[in-house]
């Protein structure tokens, strides 16, 4: 299977701040990447589908880059709200997901 | 919109099977264009896709391969719904189980897939 690996795996930011986080497949998968946002209690919602096409109601704060194996989200000025653990997830074969990047307030 | 409502039982014994209930509400699970999926949450295995279920003139389900011998998804056209039941569950298998629809979306003539909605979660806790 696709093994998909997060860095960093917490990452302490600031109201304002531009924060990047990346994602690398460990074999190309194309533009077949989606990022998910999840909160404490709650299911993931999608942010990023086909590596950088926003879903529909999202922010435009939060953007995706990348193709191959390596992909990156960017949030241009961070949020109260945007707080929350980041999962990036594969569907060029079997799903598999990133280990998660949480996102705390520093 | 679309709303997706879990029900099934919180704990199970071990060697049993779990059977959990996704409902749909907005759309349909016959749907040509939606996959409908399982998917489990736990911190020893992070977020883990189990199989998906779906209607293309005729039905299919696909399973991950760590699941593969113990799982079955089935759609209900009926009550337009589809269930997950997990067999000879242990300890391993307690964790967070989402259903979840995956949708497909066009871009740059190619087809892509994301779960767009999802269900509210059940803890299942495998235990005697």
């Known amino acids: 299977d696709i093994q998909m690996t997060q860095s960093p795996s917490s990452l302490s930011a600031s109201v304002g701040d531009r924060v990047t986080i990346t994602c690398r497949a460990s074999?190309?998968?194309?533009?077949?990447l989606n990022w998910y946002q999840q909160k404490p209690g709650k299911a993931p919602k999608l942010l990023i589908y086909a590596a950088s096409s926003l879903q529909s109601g999202v922010p435009s704060r939060f953007s995706g880059s990348g193709s191959g194996t390596d992909f990156t989200l960017t949030i241009s000025s961070l949020q109260p709200e945007d707080f929350a653990t980041y999962y990036c997830q594969q569907s060029y074969s079997e799903i598999t997901f990133g280990q998660g990047t949480r996102l705390e307030i520093k | 919109q679309v709303q997706l409502q879990q029900s099934g039982p919180g704990l199970v014994k071990p060697s049993q099977t779990l059977s959990l209930t996704c409902a749909i509400s907005g759309d349909s699970v016959s749907s040509n264009s939606a996959a409908w999926n399982w998917i489990r949450q736990s911190p020893s295995r992070g977020l883990e896709w189990l199989g998906r279920t779906y209607y293309r003139s005729k039905w299919y389900n696909d399973y991950a391969v760590s699941v593969k011998s113990r799982i079955t998804i089935n759609p209900d056209t009926s009550k337009n719904q589809f269930s997950l039941q997990l067999n000879s569950v242990t300890p391993e298998d307690t964790a967070v189980y989402y259903c979840?629809?995956?949708?497909?979306?066009?871009?740059?003539?190619?087809?892509?897939?994301?779960?767009?909605?999802w269900g509210q979660g059940t803890t299942v806790t495998v235990s005697s």
């Open positions: 979840a629809r995956v949708t497909k979306y066009s871009s740059s003539q190619y087809y892509y897939y994301g779960m767009d909605v």
């Open positions: 074999q190309s998968i194309s533009s077949y």
